[in-house]
């Protein structure tokens, strides 16, 4: 709870939603080996179609052909969710994680639809090449969140905000900029979309989700 103590007024941030963005240390060696990787298998094998408009999707088996270097980013992803996941009482718990993970290419005008990941308490994308987005925000390729609320906070008068952290996203949306090396962990049941690439590279990303 925060406290204008000037005013006297109590704010209290209610129904916080975790957006959580780790930059992995280990980023280089990973991308290295599963870079080629992807590349290579979404040369060879046709996408499966989700929520990708355009864009390759593999099958949700990634941790069987990515090698080591699959298997180590999925601990990753997993020892991160640890240690934001509590139980009622606030205490610390290590979920058994049951872990699905599948790659991403997104090429020039491709991006990804807005949808959730039902049957998931954790979701994460990391990032292996952001096609130069990183550098040049022109180029697109931005992580979008929409505001869990809906649109209703601001359909009366949608130039208002509440004057709270985080009160300027009411009823909008929120963009993370990719960055290779970067993890983004999030709820599942947040609704999320990749914004179009314009770039003339490869946006090579990484989904993973924990369930139990």
């Not at 060879?44 to 941790?63: E, F, M």
């Not at 601990?75 to 599948?102: C, F, H, K, M, Y």
């Not at 949608?158 to 949306?173: D, H, I, K």
């Not at 914004?195 to 989700?209: E, F, L, T």
């Amino acid at each position: 709870m925060a406290r204008d103590q000037s005013a006297g007024v109590d704010i209290r941030a209610a129904f916080a939603t975790p957006i959580v963005t780790h930059e992995l240390p280990t980023a280089k060696r990973l991308n290295g080996a599963l870079r080629p990787l992807i590349v290579e298998r979404a040369a060879a094998q046709p996408s499966t179609q989700h929520s990708n408009l355009g864009g390759w999707q593999s099958t949700w088996d990634l941790a069987e052909w990515g090698g080591p270097a699959a298997l180590d980013l999925v601990r990753a992803i997993e020892a991160l969710a640890s240690r934001l996941t509590a139980d009622r009482q606030g205490r610390p718990v290590t979920p058994p994680w049951r872990a699905n993970a599948w790659a991403n290419v997104n090429r020039c005008g491709q991006g990804n639809e807005f949808h959730t990941h039902p049957g998931s308490f954790w979701s994460a994308t990391y990032y292996i090449d952001d096609g130069g987005s990183a550098r040049d925000p022109a180029l697109g390729g931005e992580f979008e969140f929409q505001d869990p609320r809906g649109v209703a906070p601001a359909m009366y008068a949608p130039n208002l905000c509440f004057a709270v952290p985080g009160g300027e996203a009411m009823g909008a949306s929120e963009t993370l900029r990719p960055r290779a090396g970067l993890v983004v962990l999030f709820p599942s049941w947040l609704s999320h979309a990749v914004r179009p690439y314009r770039g003339d590279g490869h946006r090579i990303s990484i989904a993973v989700n924990l369930s139990l």
